[in-house]
C-alpha cells in the first residue's frame, strides 16, 4: 500500500510498477521521473495552477545556497520532537521541489527513523523537480482542498509557506497527531521589501486557532541575509509573491541593486490534533 489516496473515491491507493491504483479501479500513470498526479479537473483554478518552471528553478538555487537552512534546521528538530513515533506517515503539504522534505527524510533517518513520508504540491513543475532529484521519496501533484492521502493516516503534517485548509489537515491527521506550519514573521524579507517598495510594509500575524487542533506553542527563528551575489538575489525575489505584485520601478530597483541586506524570520506554529 502507498501513502496516497484516490482523488475520486478516496481510498488508499496501490503502487504498481507503472501506475497507482485504488480497489475500484481507478488508476494513475507513475511519470518516468517517479511522481503521480493526483489533481482532479475540478480542483484546479487554473490550466498550470502553482508555481511555474522559473520560479522552481530560482526556489532550488536559493535553498541549495543555504541561506534557509536555519528554518530547515528548525523545522527538522520540531519534527524530530512531536512526531508520535508510532510508525505513522509524515506528510509535507505543499513541498514544492522538494527541499524541506528531503532535509527532513536525512534527518529522521541520522536519527535512526525512517517513517513512511511524501509531499504532495499543486504545481506539477515542482512535484516533477522534487521527484527527479529524491527518488526515495513518494511525490504527488494534489490540492491542499482534497489532500491525497487517507484518513487519519498522518502523524505529523508539515506545511511551510503553503495555504492553510484546516478542515483537509485535520481530516488528515490522525487523533493526537501533530501539525507544524511554518508562516511568515511580522518583518521577514523587509530589506528585499525596502527596495521594491516606495512604502514597505510588515507582514501581519498569523492567527494561531485552527478548528480540530489544539495550539501548542510558537517558535520564531529569526536571521538575516547580507549578499553581493545578483544571482542569488533574483532568485529570492523571483520565488516569491513579490514577484507577481511588484510595480515595474520596484523590480527596476532591484535588478540594479548590486547588495541586499534583509532580516529573514519564520514563526513555527505547532498544534495537536484534537
Not at 517517479?34 to 528553478?57: E, F, I, Q, T
Not at 538575516?224 to 511588484?246: A, H, N, S
Amino acid at each position: 500500500m502507498s501513502l496516497f489516496a484516490c482523488p475520486i473515491c478516496g481510498e488508499r491507493l496501490d503502487r504498481l510498477e507503472k501506475a497507482y491504483v485504488c480497489p475500484n479501479g481507478h488508476s494513475y500513470d507513475i511519470a518516468s521521473e517517479g511522481y503521480v498526479y493526483l489533481l482532479p479537473p475540478n480542483k484546479k483554478h487554473s490550466k498550470m495552477p502553482g508555481d511555474d518552471k522559473a520560479m522552481v528553478a530560482s526556489r532550488r538555487r536559493f535553498l541549495e545556497s543555504g541561506c534557509y537552512r536555519i528554518f530547515s534546521d528548525a523545522l527538522n528538530n520540531l519534527a524530530l520532537k512531536y512526531y508520535p513515533a508510532d510508525g505513522s506517515a509524515i506528510v509535507d503539504a505543499g513541498c514544492g521541489e522538494g527541499y524541506y522534505t528531503s532535509r527532513l527524510a536525512e534527518f529522521f533517518s541520522e536519527h535512526g527513523m525512517n517513517p513512511p513520508l511524501c509531499g504532495f504540491d499543486i504545481s506539477k513543475f515542482a512535484v516533477k523537480a522534487a521527484a527527479k532529484k529524491y527518488r526515495s521519496i513518494p511525490f504527488a501533484v494534489g490540492s491542499m482542498f482534497g489532500v491525497p492521502v487517507p484518513d487519519s493516516s498522518a502523524g505529523l503534517l508539515t506545511n511551510v509557506f503553503a495555504p492553510i485548509v484546516p478542515e483537509e489537515f485535520a481530516r488528515v491527521v490522525e487523533p493526537c497527531g501533530a501539525m507544524i506550519l511554518a508562516v511568515p514573521s511580522e518583518r521577514h524579507l523587509f530589506g528585499l521589501k525596502q527596495i521594491l517598495y516606495e512604502e514597505p510594509y510588515e507582514n501581519e500575524r498569523h492567527d494561531t486557532e485552527y478548528p480540530g487542533f489544539r495550539f501548542i506553542e510558537r517558535v520564531p527563528i529569526r536571521g538575516e541575509i547580507r549578499t553581493d551575489d545578483r544571482q542569488l538575489i533574483r532568485d529570492l525575489f523571483t520565488m516569491t509573491p513579490y514577484f507577481w505584485k511588484t510595480p515595474r520601478a520596484g523590480s527596476e530597483r532591484l535588478a540594479a541593486a548590486g547588495h541586499l541586506e534583509t532580516e529573514i524570520g519564520f514563526d513555527f506554529l505547532v498544534y495537536k490534533r484534537a
